[in-house]
């Protein structure tokens, strides 16, 4: 499965290549002028290989494009530091890792959130929670601190009825259907969220697992304002903040959007899971 820090790379050498092609160089032509191997070339463009600050300028000056320099170096940046920052907070325990956040979701007016596979934190119950965090701890030999992360995380979501905010979500309707949890936790949940539906400044759509889609996406994402996007990975989270590549995912979401259902196909999708999760007819 391709990541998020894979796509920034890809994006970022997909960049670079419109350099090489808008200064009229082959591939095999930049490498000779800049001592390289042909290959390097050829990783860097697809995504394959991360260049060094070094590689940046040299590839610019080279294209004649020394002025992209800056923005590019502050992409390669981001990408490394987001990376090692999630790393280090997950050492940190749970708890940090939610109350990290906290300044950022108070800082937020307009929250756009697509998720393919879990309920997204701020609309989640503590059972649910709770069980989410088990695996992680156990999965990353974190700290045990299941208790105070779960406590951290239902402060957190004090954002969901204070402040001028609005919540713009999506979410695949195999969320509804990964099993998180026991089947108690799972209703729990499912009714939670519909409870959330109730809320005017929440908006929640489900993509219908045979519906008709007008995007197709490689992974999960959060929208804060239009400053940045932040993509969670196994082992890191990586924070976009290049206007160019948050004018993508916000055109990404609004399609998301389009495929959604809301309001009472909403509801009846996840009353169908809830049948399905109990039996009932």
């Given at each position: 499965m391709t990541t998020p820090v894979q796509q920034a790379r890809e994006a970022l050498g997909d960049r670079l290549r419109e350099i090489r092609?808008?200064?009229?160089?082959?591939?095999?032509?930049?490498?000779?002028?800049?001592?390289?191997?042909?290959?390097?070339?050829?990783?860097?463009?697809?995504?394959?290989?991360?260049?060094?600050?070094?590689?940046?300028?040299?590839?610019?000056?080279?294209?004649?494009?020394?002025?992209?320099?800056?923005?590019?170096?502050?992409?390669?940046?981001?990408?490394?530091?987001?990376?090692?920052?999630?790393?280090?907070?997950?050492?940190?325990?749970?708890?940090?890792?939610?109350?990290?956040?906290?300044?950022?979701?108070?800082?937020?007016?307009?929250?756009?959130?697509?998720?393919?596979?879990?309920?997204?934190?701020?609309?989640?119950?503590?059972e649910y929670a709770a069980a989410l965090f088990r695996f992680w701890m156990a999965f990353m030999g974190l700290k045990d601190d299941i208790d105070a992360a779960v406590g951290a995380r239902m402060e957190r979501q004090r954002v969901l009825y204070t402040g001028d905010r609005t919540f713009r979500v999506v979410i695949e309707e195999q969320v509804l259907r990964t099993r998180v949890g026991d089947a108690g936790v799972m209703a729990g949940q499912l009714d939670r969220l519909l409870a959330v539906m109730s809320l005017p400044r929440a908006s929640i759509g489900i993509i219908p697992a045979a519906g008709e889609r007008h995007s197709l996406t490689q992974g999960s994402f959060w929208m804060f304002d239009d400053t940045r996007v932040r993509v969670e990975t196994?082992?890191?989270?990586?924070?976009?903040?290049?206007?160019?590549?948050?004018?993508?995912?916000?055109?990404?979401?609004?399609?998301?959007?389009?495929?959604?259902?809301?309001?009472?196909?909403?509801?009846?999708?996840?009353?169908?899971?809830?049948?399905?999760?109990?039996?009932?007819?």
């Open positions: 092609t808008d200064a009229r160089l082959y591939a095999r032509a930049l490498a000779a002028a800049l001592s390289w191997p042909f290959t390097k070339v050829s990783k860097i463009e697809n995504g394959v290989r991360s260049p060094s600050e070094n590689d940046i300028r040299a590839w610019c000056a080279a294209c004649g494009a020394d002025d992209q320099v800056p923005d590019l170096i502050a992409t390669v940046r981001s990408i490394t530091a987001m990376y090692h920052e999630y790393r280090r907070q997950m050492q940190a325990g749970m708890k940090h890792l939610q109350e990290s956040s906290v300044p950022l979701y108070e800082q937020t007016s307009l929250f756009r959130i697509y998720d393919t596979t879990v309920v997204p934190g701020l609309f989640t119950t503590a196994v082992s890191a989270s990586l924070t976009i903040t290049q206007p160019r590549d948050i004018a993508l995912y916000s055109r990404v979401f609004e399609l998301l959007q389009r495929s959604a259902v809301h309001g009472r196909e909403a509801r009846q999708l996840i009353g169908r899971a809830m049948r399905d999760l109990t039996g009932d007819e």
